[in-house]
């Protein structure tokens, strides 16, 4: 398996576009994650799924932030409208059942800068 | 719910001294405990965990330990390399497979 997916890696856009990222997990894993990397924040959870159903989506800043996760082999994360301060590195991880607690496989990250 | 404290945010070590991370978290339910090394522009990987019914791993020079009555647990780093130098996240999770994650400790060895 290549491990997760994500694309973009890198994303510039203007303040006020609509901006979509995108994960393909390992194949088995039923569970994923979203998580956003900045500076000032560090590692924060935005959401995640288990078996392609969103369980906690506590962690998503606003009403402009929106995640899908149409079958077992992709999701995406949506900003719209963006701002410059939704800059960050973007993570998707996926993992699967195991007991008490289980590995997160990360994906490479999106690089998103909202000018 | 769980609340997880790092410290120290930045630790700098000599070329082969130990390191040491440390870790406590608010949430005695947690029973998963894994360590995750994040090298510059890179995705964080998963280098060792324990689960809450040990109190010892030890994977070469890494080691963590757990103590569940303090609720705290620690990355030992030992004969300490270059390529050491990343930044550690911790992170605790009580089997609902969310993890909460440390704020991460730059490690930074002086040659």
């Known amino acids: 398996d290549a491990g997760v997916i994500q694309s973009p890696r890198h994303e510039v856009t203007e303040m006020g576009q609509e901006v979509t990222l995108r994960c393909k997990p390992i194949s088995g894993h039923d569970y994923l994650f979203w998580y956003r990397q900045t500076m000032m924040r560090g590692l924060e959870l935005l959401i995640y799924f288990n078996n392609n159903v969103p369980i906690d989506d506590s962690g998503m800043p606003e009403d402009r932030f929106s995640a899908k996760m149409p079958n077992a082999s992709f999701s995406t994360l949506k900003i719209q409208p963006s701002e410059p301060r939704d800059s960050a590195v973007y993570f998707c991880?996926?993992?699967?059942?195991?007991?008490?607690?289980?590995?997160?496989?990360f994906g490479q990250g999106t690089r998103l800068t909202v000018v | 719910g769980e609340n997880v404290e790092q410290h120290p945010s930045t630790l700098s070590v000599q070329e082969g001294d130990s390191a040491v991370i440390k870790c406590t978290y608010s949430?005695?339910?947690?029973?998963?405990f894994p360590w995750y090394k994040q090298e510059l522009g890179k995705r964080p990987q998963l280098i060792i965990d324990i689960r809450s019914n040990v109190g010892e791993k030890k994977d070469q020079r890494i080691a963590v330990t757990l103590n569940k009555t303090a609720k705290h647990f620690s990355l030992h780093i030992t004969e300490t390399q270059p390529e050491d130098s990343a930044v550690y996240f911790c992170?605790?999770?009580?089997?609902?497979?969310?993890?909460?994650w440390g704020a991460g400790t730059k490690l930074i060895i002086k040659p």
């Open positions: 949430d005695s339910a947690s029973n998963y």
């Open positions: 991880a996926s993992s699967f059942l195991q007991g008490s607690g289980t590995e997160a496989f």
């Open positions: 992170a605790a999770s009580s089997g609902n497979y969310q993890l909460i």
